[in-house]
C-alpha cells in the first residue's frame, strides 16, 4: 500500500543535512553587511547629513528634502554596489505579515536612454497598491490609497537583491493603517514621560527607550510530511491527530542536543540573520518535540520588532532550503506544549542606565524602584489592554489552558521584592517621615543588588514576571508581530508614569521633600495595585479561584478580551498619549475581530473538507476490507466458531458506523452554522457567531476522526500522524 503520507514518511527517510558555508571566519567580519546601518551610512553619506540624520533619529526629529536626497543617493551607491536591482517600501500591515512593493532602480530617460535613479522622494515617501491591506474601514478603497513613509530609526537592509526600506502605512487622512506608526508614537511618548520622571534622579537624563528582546518559539517539521497535511498547509496547526504514544512527558527535548539537520538550519538561519544584523544569540530545543527557540541580544524596541518581523520571515525561506517548514502558529499540536514568543522589556537612558536594574546606591535604586512599581501599576490599571494586544485565534489555545501563562494577567516580581514592597508599604508613614525613618528605608533598598541575583525568577508560570533586569511579557504569542503588545505596554507605562509625576509634584508642593513625595505616591501605588502581583503557580486551578476573588479579569476568548480595545479608559489613554485615536481603535477592533473570524472559517472548511473527501472514504475502505474478511469467515468456518472469530470485526465495523455518523452530522451542522455567521452583517455579531457556534466543532470533530485514527488500518490512513510529525527528523 502507499499513499502520500507513506510516501513522505519514505521521502524523509532518504533527507541529509544540507551543508552550509559560513559567509566569513568570524561573525564581525559579516555582522550587518546587508544593512545600511550608521557605519555604512557614515562612509557614504556626506558628513553633514549624516549628522542631520543622526540627529533626526536621536531627537526624534524631521529629516529634510535635501538630506533626504543624500541619503537616497548614498543608499543607491552602496545597494548598487551590493548588486542589488530593486527596492521596496517594507512596512507592517495589520494582517500581521509584512508587506514590500519592489520597484526597479532603473528609469527609462529621453530617447529611451535607461539610467539608474533613486531620489529623495522615492526614499520618503511611496504610494504602494495597498487596497486588499485591512483598514477596518479607515481607507475606502474608492476614494484613497494609502502611503508609506521612510522610517530613519530601522536601517534599510537588502534581502534578495532588494533593498528593503523600513517605512509606515498611513492613509491619506494620516491614520496609521500598520503597526509601526503606533509603536513609534507610543516610544515616543514614553520617552518623554520617563525622562522627566528620571530628571529626579539624575539630570544628565535627556533619553530613554524602551529595549526589546524576543524569545521566538516555533516547530519544525519536514517538508513533505508537511505537504501530506492540508491542515498544516493551510491553517498552520494540525486540526487532527491522534497523541502519540510518546510524547512530551519525559521532557527529554528539552536541552537535548539538536538534530543535525536541523543544527544545519539554525546555523545558516544565523548565518542570515547576522548579515542582516539582527544579533541571535541563543538556540536551543525546546520542552515539546521538534520545538525550538532563537533569542537575540536586545535592542531597542522599534528595531527589535523589525529584526523579529525579518526574522519570521527568514526563517521560512531558509527552512525550505533545509527541507522543512517551520510552523509559527501558536498551537499546531493539540496536547503538545505551544509556542509563545516572550517580550523581554525594559528601559534604557542615554546615560547606559537599565533602569528596571537594581542600582548600587539608594538614590540609583529608588530609581529602580520608582520605575519598578510604576510598572506594576500599569500592568495593574491597563491588564485587560494588554491581554487584548496579544489574544488572537491561535493564541486562544495557549491562555488559560493550563501549560501558558493564563488568560489572567498578574505580575511575578519574586519574593525579595515583595518584601521590599511590604515593607515600603508597612514603613512610609502617611504623615512626614522622620529622618531616622528615611535613613532606614534609604539603607534598606541600598541593599537590593546583591541579594536580588539569588532571587530573581524562576516562576514560569507567571504572564508578566520581573526576571531581575527586565520585565518578560510571555503571554505574546509565537506568530505575532510584538509591535502591538510592546505598543499598549509602552503606552500604559508614559501614561502611569506622566501620572506619578503629577502626583509627586503635588506631593512637594504641599511642602514634602522630593524624596519622601516619592515613596507616599510608590505607596499608594503598592496598595492600589497589590491585588496583581501574584508569586504562585499560575497553571493551578487554585488561582482561577482567587484570582476571581481577588477581582482580577479572566477573559479566555478573544471576541470578548478585544473589547478592551474600545474601551473608554483605553481610548482615552491612548489619544490622550497621541499613540492611537479613537478612530485607529475602532478599525484595529475590526480588523482583529475580522482576522479572528477569518482563521476560524479557514480551520472549520479546511476540517470539514478533510473529513468528508479524506477521512470518511478511509474509513470506508477500512470498513469494506473488515466486512469481506467477516464474509470469508462466515464461509469458511463452522457456525460455532464463526461468532468468536469475527467478534473484532463486527465490532470495529459498528464503531466505524457510529464515528462516522457522527462525524457527518456535525460536519452538516457546523457549515450550517457558518452559513448563518456568515450572513450576519456586523463583524462583531460575525465574528461573536463563530466564537459560540462555530468553534466548538472543531474539537468535537476531531475527537471522532482521532478515535477512528486508532481503529483504522495503519497502511490505509492518509495523514502523517502525530508520532511521524513529531518524531522524525
Ligand atoms: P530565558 O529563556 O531564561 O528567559 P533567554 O536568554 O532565552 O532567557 O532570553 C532572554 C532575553 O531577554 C534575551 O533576548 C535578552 O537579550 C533579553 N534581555 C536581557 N536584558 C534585557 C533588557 N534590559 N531589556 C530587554 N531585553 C533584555
Ligand atoms: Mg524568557
Not at 479561584?545 to 473589547?563: C, F, I, Q, Y
Request: hydrophobic share 40%; with cysteine; proline share 4%.
Amino acid at each position: 500500500m502507499s499513499n502520500i503520507r507513506t510516501e513522505a514518511v519514505r521521502e524523509l527517510f532518504s533527507r541529509k543535512p544540507i551543508s552550509v558555508e559560513s559567509p566569513g571566519a568570524k561573525v564581525s567580519d559579516y555582522f550587518g553587511t546587508a544593512t545600511f546601518g550608521l557605519e555604512t551610512m557614515k562612509k557614504y553619506l556626506p558628513g553633514e547629513a549624516f549628522e542631520k540624520v543622526k540627529q533626526a533619529v536621536d531627537t526624534w526629529g524631521y529629516i529634510d528634502r535635501r538630506v533626504a536626497d543624500a541619503v537616497a543617493a548614498a543608499m543607491k551607491a552602496w545597494a548598487m554596489e551590493m548588486g542589488v536591482t530593486h527596492y521596496t517600501h517594507w512596512f507592517h500591515p495589520l494582517n500581521g505579515s509584512t508587506a514590500e512593493k519592489h520597484d526597479a532602480f532603473f528609469e527609462m530617460g529621453l530617447e529611451g536612454k535607461v539610467f539608474e535613479h533613486f531620489s529623495g522622494n522615492a526614499l520618503i515617501q511611496q504610494e504602494p497598491d495597498a487596497s486588499s491591506f485591512p483598514s477596518g474601514g479607515i481607507r475606502n478603497t474608492f476614494e484613497a490609497r494609502g502611503y508609506t513613509a521612510w522610517d530613519p530609526s530601522s536601517p534599510a537592509f537588502i534581502v534578495d537583491k532588494t533593498l528593503c526600506i523600513p517605512t509606515v502605512f498611513l492613509s491619506y487622512t494620516g491614520e496609521a493603517l500598520d503597526f509601526k506608526a503606533p509603536l513609534l508614537k507610543s516610544l515616543y511618548a514614553l520617552d518623554k514621560a520617563a525622562v522627566d520622571v528620571c530628571q529626579y534622579f539624575d539630570k544628565n537624563v535627556n533619553k530613554v527607550v524602551a529595549t526589546l528582546g524576543w524569545e521566538q518559539e516555533y516547530f519544525l517539521v519536514d517538508a513533505a510530511l508537511y505537504h501530506a497535511r492540508p491542515d498544516l498547509i493551510l491553517t498552520d496547526r494540525t486540526l487532527m491527530g491522534h497523541a502519540s504514544a510518546k510524547d512530551q512527558q519525559l521532557a527529554d527535548h528539552y536541552f537535548g542536543s539538536i538534530p543535525e539537520r536541523v543544527t544545519a538550519f539554525m546555523k545558516d538561519l544565523e548565518f542570515e540573520c547576522y548579515k542582516l544584523g539582527i544579533p541571535i544569540r541563543t538556540r536551543h530545543n525546546e520542552v515539546a518535540p521538534n520545538q525550538f527557540e532563537c533569542a537575540p541580544v536586545y535592542e531597542e524596541a522599534n528595531l527589535a520588532v523589525d529584526h523579529n518581523q525579518l526574522l519570521m520571515d527568514m526563517m521560512k525561506r531558509v527552512a525550505r532550503k533545509h527541507h522543512f517548514r517551520v510552523l509559527l502558529h501558536e498551537k499546531p499540536y493539540k496536547g503538545i506544549n505551544g509556542s509563545g514568543k516572550h517580550n523581554n522589556w525594559s528601559l534604557l537612558t542615554n546615560t547606559g542606565v537599565n533602569l528596571l536594574a537594581p542600582g548600587t546606591t539608594p538614590k540609583t535604586n529608588l530609581q529602580f524602584l520608582t520605575f519598578l512599581i510604576n510598572t506594576i501599576k500599569a500592568v495593574h490599571d491597563h491588564a485587560d489592554l494588554l491581554r487584548a494586544s496579544v489574544m488572537s485565534a491561535g493564541n486562544e489555545h495557549r491562555l488559560g489552558a493550563h501549560e501558558a501563562p493564563p488568560a489572567i494577567i498578574s505580575v511575578f516580581i519574586g519574593q525579595y521584592l515583595t518584601r521590599i514592597l511590604n515593607e515600603i508599604e508597612a514603613r512610609v508613614p502617611s504623615d512626614k517621615m522622620t529622618p531616622d525613618e528615611k535613613t532606614e528605608l534609604k539603607l534598606d533598598i541600598g541593599k537590593i543588588p546583591e541579594i536580588l541575583l539569588d532571587n530573581t525568577d524562576r516562576n514560569r508560570t507567571s504572564p508578566f514576571a520581573f526576571t531581575g533586569n527586565r520585565f518578560e511579557f510571555r503571554a505574546v504569542g509565537s506568530s505575532v508581530n510584538c509591535a502591538a503588545p510592546m505598543t499598549m505596554l509602552n503606552s500604559a507605562m508614559a501614561s502611569q508614569l506622566r501620572e506619578f509625576k503629577n502626583q509627586v509634584e503635588t506631593e512637594i508642593d504641599k511642602g514634602i521633600k522630593k524624596d519622601e513625595a516619592i515613596f507616599r505616591v510608590l505607596r499608594r501605588y503598592i496598595i492600589h495595585s497589590k491585588k496583581i502581583l501574584f508569586e504562585g503557580n499560575g497553571y493551578s486551578d487554585d488561582w482561577i479561584a482567587e484570582a476571581a476573588e481577588r477581582g482580577l479579569s479572566n477573559v479566555k476568548d478573544t471576541p470578548e478580551a478585544l473589547k478592551a480595545y474600545i474601551h473608554p479608559s483605553a481610548i482615552e489613554m491612548l489619544d490622550r498619549l497621541n499613540v492611537l485615536t479613537e478612530r485607529e481603535l475602532y478599525a484595529r477592533y475590526d480588523i482583529r475581530l475580522e482576522m479572528f473570524t477569518k482563521k476560524l472559517q479557514i480551520e472549520a472548511r479546511v476540517l470539514g473538507d478533510l473529513a468528508i473527501n479524506h477521512i470518511i472514504p478511509t474509513v470506508i475502505k477500512y470498513q469494506n476490507r473488515l466486512i469481506e474478511n467477516v464474509k470469508g469467515l462466515k464461509e469458511i468456518l463452522p457456525a460455532g466458531e464463526f461468532a468468536d472469530a469475527a467478534s473484532y470485526q463486527l465490532n470495529s465495523i459498528r464503531k466505524i458506523s457510529k464515528h462516522k455518523a457522527l462525524i457527518l452530522e456535525m460536519v452538516t451542522e457546523m457549515i450550517n452554522q457558518r452559513k448563518l455567521a456568515n450572513h450576519l452583517e456586523d463583524v462583531r455579531d460575525r465574528a461573536e457567531a463563530y466564537n459560540t457556534k462555530v468553534k466548538h466543532y472543531l474539537n468535537e470533530i476531531r475527537f471522532h476522526i482521532d478515535k477512528l485514527e486508532l481503529i483504522v488500518d495503519d497502511d490505509l490512513w492518509p495523514l502523517p500522524k502525530y508520532r511521524e510529525l513529531l518524531f522524525t527528523r
